[in-house]
């Protein structure tokens, strides 16, 4: 099956610094990749679609130039969360749309500390 | 795309079917019943999807009712690697359309 996977899947960082989180499609190419928050014992909400090639387009309420992301290839997008804060604290999922299908397939996320 | 309805939790036993239902009333004719899980602390795993017929796979059958406003998705033989929330997702066609995942039912299989 596809396989989507994240780096790093977990990382601490001081408040005030900026993360990078990696998502790569390892077996097929996307042009759209998705991510999304998921808060403890809460459900997934989607921040933004990723097209390649293209802006992203964020989801009501997720503020753009906080959450940078960037899909230069059809097999990664990237998303920065700059001068990160401790209520960034989450877990960051991203999925990988199939051309063909319409599947979507998730990594297996990345647990953002902020301290 | 059209709201769904599940459980919050539901228990079963190991080795019995586990049999998840979902209310989605106000689905419409282009959209599919989509169903993923998510194991504690992973990403989301698909497992099925369906249109009007009911579809089976390696892991799961999904049984969609003639009006379509409602479905079950059953594992037939649970295990205890199937604890997990098990989401219930309508969804339109077309490409890359987006996921919008409800509060799902927390499925925990007993020994």
């Known amino acids: 099956g596809a396989v989507v996977s994240q780096h790093p899947s977990w990382v601490i960082c001081k408040s005030g610094t900026s993360v990078k989180i990696e998502c790569r499609s390892l077996?097929?190419?996307?042009?759209?990749m998705f991510w999304y928050r998921q808060f403890p014992k809460q459900s997934l909400m989607l921040m933004a679609t990723?097209?390649?090639?293209?802006?992203?387009?964020?989801e009501q309420g997720v503020e753009k130039d906080k959450f940078l992301i960037n899909h230069a290839s059809l097999t990664l997008s990237t998303l920065t969360v700059t001068s990160a804060h401790p209520e960034d604290s989450s877990f960051y999922i991203c999925?990988?749309?199939?051309?063909?299908?319409?599947?979507?397939?998730f990594g297996p996320g990345t647990r953002l500390t902020v301290l | 795309d059209a709201k769904t309805t599940q459980p919050t939790s539901m228990d079963c036993a190991e080795g019995r079917a586990a049999n998840l239902p979902c209310n989605h009333s106000t689905i419409s004719g282009n959209e599919y019943v989509y169903w993923y899980r998510q194991i504690h602390s992973q990403g989301p795993q698909y497992i099925i999807h369906g249109l009007k017929n009911n579809e089976t796979n390696e892991m799961a059958s999904l049984i969609i009712t003639e009006d379509r406003k409602s479905s079950t998705l059953i594992l037939p033989h649970a295990t205890l690697r199937d604890t997990a929330v098990y989401y219930c997702i309508v969804r339109s066609t077309g490409t890359a359309s987006k996921l919008t995942f409800g509060t799902g039912t927390r499925l925990q299989v007993t020994l």
């Open positions: 999925s990988a749309s199939l051309p063909v299908g319409n599947e979507q397939f």
């Open positions: 077996d097929f190419q996307a042009t759209t």
């Open positions: 990723s097209n390649e090639g293209s802006k992203a387009t964020y």
